[in-house]
């Protein structure tokens, strides 16, 4: 009896089916590109917003110098000289370094106030505040040496307080000048990274969507 092999069917060849094209639409690069764009703008926005601010913040803090340099000046107030019974070594040691200067700076207005303003005011009264001294003066109206030591006591503690708020317009300015200095690092970072983000988002972008495709 004879024996019937099948031979394996004959191998085909088939036709290479064209690639189909990466859809624009395909939601890998449409992830991809989104991130790129979102990137972007949020580079943009801070570098705007950083350097803005700066800006204001630098305004501010010059203004605000200028406008207590220009107060202070006007009044006209000066240290006394080196030398000076108002001014000896022993009772003011931590003024002599503003000797016969004029008070048209924060720190020096701060100095003038506390170091010789409240130093001489608190030798009027004996140590008393103002307050105190003006209750005594309400009940014994017809002293006139509590009347003479209210009316110095008032003009001292009012030019004294004029002298802090100086001072403490000159202590904003100076953190707003800090603050300035670093938005603006902030400003010149961001720009940097962003201008670079423009030149390499491309090949990001691109990389991106081989490895989405």
Same mark, same amino acid.
């Given at each position: 009896? /004879? !024996? &019937? !092999?099948?031979?394996?069917p004959p191998i085909v060849d %088939?036709?290479?089916?064209?690639?189909?094209? $990466?859809?624009? *639409?395909?939601?890998?690069?449409?992830?991809? #590109?989104? &991130?790129?764009?979102?990137?972007?703008?949020?580079?943009?926005?801070?570098? =705007?917003? +950083?350097?803005?601010?700066?800006?204001?913040?630098?305004?501010?803090?010059?203004?605000? $110098?200028?406008? =207590?340099?220009?107060?202070?000046?006007? %009044?006209?107030? *000066?240290?006394?000289?080196?030398? /000076?019974?108002?001014?000896?070594?022993?009772?003011?040691?931590?003024?002599?370094?503003?000797?016969?200067?004029?008070?048209?700076?924060?720190? @020096?207005?701060?100095?003038?106030?506390?170091?010789?303003? @409240?130093?001489?005011?608190?030798?009027?009264?004996?140590?008393?505040?103002?307050?105190? =001294?003006?209750?005594? *003066?309400?009940?014994?109206?017809?002293?006139?040496k509590l009347q003479g030591q209210?009316?110095?006591? &008032?003009?001292?503690?009012?030019?004294?307080? +004029?002298?802090?708020?100086?001072?403490?317009? /000159?202590?904003? *300015?100076?953190?707003? +000048?800090?603050?300035?200095?670093?938005?603006?690092?902030?400003? +010149?970072?961001?720009?940097?990274? !962003?201008?670079?983000?423009? &030149?390499?988002?491309?090949?990001?972008?691109?990389?991106?969507?081989? #490895?989405?495709?």
């Amino acid at each position: 009896m /004879s !024996t &019937f !092999t099948a031979s394996p069917p004959p191998i085909v060849d %088939q036709p290479n089916t064209p690639t189909t094209p $990466h859809d624009p *639409s395909a939601p890998g690069r449409r992830t991809a #590109l989104g &991130f790129i764009a979102t990137r972007r703008v949020v580079e943009i926005m801070l570098t =705007v917003i +950083l350097g803005v601010g700066g800006g204001l913040l630098l305004f501010g803090a010059n203004f605000g $110098h200028n406008m =207590v340099h220009k107060q202070l000046a006007s %009044q006209d107030i *000066s240290f006394p000289v080196k030398g /000076s019974p108002g001014l000896t070594p022993a009772e003011f040691p931590d003024l002599q370094q503003y000797a016969g200067q004029k008070v048209d700076s924060g720190p @020096k207005a701060k100095a003038y106030a506390d170091g010789f303003i @409240k130093r001489h005011l608190a030798a009027v009264a004996g140590g008393k505040t103002y307050s105190q =001294v003006s209750a005594a *003066s309400l009940a014994d109206p017809t002293n006139a040496k509590l009347q003479g030591q209210v009316a110095t006591m &008032f003009k001292g503690e009012t030019l004294r307080g +004029l002298l802090l708020y100086a001072w403490g317009w /000159s202590v904003v *300015s100076t953190i707003a +000048l800090y603050a300035a200095i670093g938005a603006l690092i902030g400003f +010149l970072v961001m720009a940097i990274v !962003t201008i670079g983000d423009f &030149f390499a988002d491309p090949r990001i972008a691109a990389r991106h969507i081989r #490895l989405d495709a």
